[in-house]
C-alpha cells in the first residue's frame, strides 16, 4: 500500500502591527541576527546534492572546486529588520475571484478548519485514494467522479483534458496571473518497505512491464502537460511518477534508465523549444539524493549562460524545513559559478514533513520561517548572508565564492514571507535583473495570491501612467495539476492533509473568504464598507 505524505508548509504568521522600513536589501528573519561582514560578488549559479545527517555530503571532486574570486566589503547588511512589510495592494483583493470560486473556498477551509469534519473527510479521501476496489474509484464510479469533480477536484485541479485545462488557466490568467505551474497528477510516495524492496527492474518482461505501464505513460502525460503550457508558464515534473526503475535509480544515486533517460531527454527538449520552464520536484528523503543529482546534470545542459544568461530551464527544488538546505544550496551555488550556468531555484519551505525523518527537519517553525525568508533574501540580493552562507572556507579572508546568475520562484502560503520578498526585491540593493515569481497552490491562499495579483495591477497602471519610469511588476503564479479524477487523488489528499497541519493558515483562509463574502453582500444591498 502506497503512503501519501503530509505536506508540512508553514501556517501563515500572525500579522505584526509595527511597519516597515526600507533599508538596504538585507536577511528579513524574525527579530535580529548578528551579521558578519559579507561580500556580494556577482556571477552565475547552479545547484547540486542534497546533504544532511541522513545523506552523503557533496562528493569532494565537487564541492572541493569551488569558483572564488578575491573581493571587498561592500554595502555589509543591516543588522536591524522590520518585523512587517506593508500590503501590496488594495484593501480588497479577493475581489478579482468569481463568487463561485469563494463560496467553494469558504466550505472546503470550513472542513478543513474544522475538529469534527475533518476526521471524517480525511478519512474518506484516504480511502478513496486507496482503495482498488472499483465502487471507490471516481475513474470507474460515475457518481462518484461527478461529486468530486464539482467539490475538491474542482478546487484543487485544472481539468482532465486539454479543453478543460485551457478553459481553467485562462480563467487564471483573465483574473491577473502572470501564468501557471502545471503538473501532470501521477505521483507514487513509498512506504518503509518498498523503499526498502525496491529493485532495478531492468531486465527481463518486468522491464518491458515498467516501461510499459510506467515510463511511457508518465513520459506522454508529461510531455502533454509541456504541449498545454504556454510561454510564461511553468511545468512541475515529478520523477517519482515515473515508477519503479525511476525509484531504484533515484534511491541508489544512479544515472536514468536508458528508457526513462530517452523520455526525460525528449521533455527537456520540447521544453526549450517551447521555452517553458520545468521546475524538478523535491521528494521524500529516501530518493532526494538521486534527484539532485540529475537535476544538476541537465542544469549544466541546459541551463548554460552562453545562450540566454540568466534564464533558467530547469530548475531544483530547495526545502526550507530541512536543516541541511542552506550548505546545500551554497553548493550547488558554487557550482553554477565555477561551471558557468544559472542556477533555477525553487524554494519552498517543505513538502514531506510526514514521510522525512523528523531529525533532520528543523525544530520549530519560527527556525524553518527564518531559514526561508533568509534564504529567500540571499536569492533575490544575490548576496550571501548568514543563513545562506559563502561556502568557501576563505570567504572571511575576503575571498569569496562569487554568486552566480538566479532564477528564482519561491513557493510560499505565508503572507508574511511574501510580502517580504516583494520590499527586499524593491529595495536597492536586489539585483533586479534577476528573474523572480512568485507561487501559491490552485485552492490555498487565495488571499496571498490575490494580494500579489492586485499589486501587479497597481505596478502595471503605475507603468502605464509614467513609460519612463522602470516598474517591476509582481509576476504571480498558481501551482496546479491536472489528470483524471482517480489520478488526482492522492494529490487532493495531500492537499488535505496539508490544510490538518497548518490550521492557523487554513482558519486564516476561512476568515478571509468569509469576510469577503460579507463585503459582496453588504455592497449588494447598498451599504459602503
Not at 142 to 162: D, H, I, M, S, V
Not at 368 to 382: F, H, W
Not at 437 to 458: F, H, K, T
Request: hydrophobic share 40%; with cysteine.
Amino acid at each position: 500500500m502506497v503512503q501519501v505524505s503530509v505536506l508540512g508548509r508553514s501556517s501563515l504568521l500572525p500579522a505584526y502591527l509595527a511597519s516597515i522600513r526600507h533599508q538596504p536589501c538585507g536577511l528579513y528573519v524574525i527579530g535580529q541576527i548578528g551579521l558578519s561582514q559579507t561580500a556580494r560578488a556577482v556571477t552565475t549559479t547552479r545547484r547540486k546534492i542534497h546533504s544532511s545527517s541522513t545523506r552523503p555530503s557533496p562528493p569532494a571532486d565537487q564541492s572541493a572546486t569551488l569558483a572564488t574570486t578575491t573581493t571587498t566589503v561592500i554595502n555589509p547588511l543591516p543588522v536591524e529588520f522590520p518585523v512587517e512589510s506593508p500590503p501590496m495592494a488594495k484593501l480588497s483583493p479577493l475581489s478579482v475571484l468569481p463568487l463561485s470560486t469563494v463560496l467553494r473556498t469558504l466550505a472546503t477551509t470550513s472542513i478543513s478548519s474544522s475538529p469534527i469534519l475533518l476526521p471524517p473527510s480525511l478519512a474518506a479521501m484516504n480511502t478513496l485514494a486507496h482503495s482498488n476496489r472499483a465502487v471507490f474509484n471516481p475513474d470507474k464510479n460515475p457518481l462518484l467522479r461527478w461529486f468530486l469533480k464539482k467539490t475538491f477536484y474542482a478546487q484543487f485541479c485544472a481539468g482532465e483534458n486539454a479543453a478543460e485545462v485551457r478553459r481553467t488557466v485562462d480563467g487564471l490568467k483573465k483574473i491577473g496571473f502572470t501564468g501557471v505551474i502545471l503538473g501532470y497528477a501521477r505521483e507514487i510516495v513509498l512506504t518503509e518497505t518498498q523503499t526498502r524492496d525496491l529493485s532495478a527492474c531492468d531486465s527481463g518482461p518486468i522491464a518491458e512491464e515498467c516501461v510499459r505501464n510506467e515510463i511511457s505513460p508518465w513520459a506522454a502525460g508529461t510531455l502533454e502537460t509541456v504541449r498545454l503550457a504556454q510561454p510564461g508558464d511553468f511545468v512541475a515534473l515529478k520523477f517519482s511518477g515515473a515508477g519503479r526503475q525511476a525509484l531504484y535509480a533515484l534511491k541508489n544515486r544512479l544515472p536514468p534508465p536508458k528508457h526513462l533517460r530517452a523520455a526525460i531527454d525528449e521533455i527537456c527538449e520540447l521544453a526549450v523549444q517551447r521555452n517553458v520552464p520545468l521546475l524538478f520536484d523535491a521528494e521524500q528523503t529516501a530518493i532526494q539524493d538521486g534527484i539532485d543529482d540529475w537535476t544538476l546534470a541537465y542544469q549544466r545542459r541546459y541551463n548554460g549562460n552562453a545562450s540566454t544568461p540568466g534564464h533558467a530551464i530547469i530548475y531544483g527544488t530547495y526545502q526550507a524545513y530541512l536543516k541541511v538546505t542552506p550548505r546545500t544550496l551554497a553548493a550547488h551555488l558554487a557550482i553554477a559559478a565555477k561551471e558557468d550556468f544559472t542556477l533555477g531555484v525553487k524554494l519552498v519551505r517543505g513538502a514531506y514533513l510526514g514521510a522525512d525523518p523528523r531529525h533532520i527537519i528543523h525544530d520549530t517553525k519560527t527556525d524553518t520561517d527564518a531559514a526561508y525568508n533568509g534564504i529567500a533574501a540571499s536569492l533575490i540580493c544575490r548576496q550571501w548572508g548568514p543563513v545562506l552562507r559563502n561556502p568557501s572556507p576563505e570567504a572571511a579572508e575576503g575571498k569569496a565564492v562569487q554568486f552566480p546568475r538566479v532564477s528564482i520562484l519561491l513557493g510560499s502560503h505565508n503572507l508574511e514571507s511574501v510580502r517580504r520578498a516583494r520590499a527586499i526585491r524593491d529595495s536597492a540593493q536586489a539585483d533586479k535583473g534577476t528573474e523572480l515569481g512568485i507561487a501559491q497552490l490552485q485552492g490555498m491562499a487565495d488571499e496571498v495570491s490575490c494580494e500579489l495579483v492586485s499589486g501587479s495591477q497597481v505596478e502595471r497602471e503605475k507603468a502605464d501612467k509614467h513609460a519612463d519610469v522602470d516598474v517591476d511588476v509582481p509576476k504571480a503564479y498558481k501551482y496546479i495539476v491536472w489528470g483524471t479524477t482517480g489520478e488526482c487523488m492522492k494529490y487532493l489528499l495531500r492537499r488535505a492533509y496539508e490544510n490538518r497541519d497548518a490550521v492557523a493558515r487554513t482558519r486564516s483562509g476561512r476568515d478571509a473568504m468569509w469576510s469577503e463574502v460579507v463585503r459582496r453582500a453588504r455592497g449588494a444591498l447598498g451599504f459602503t464598507a
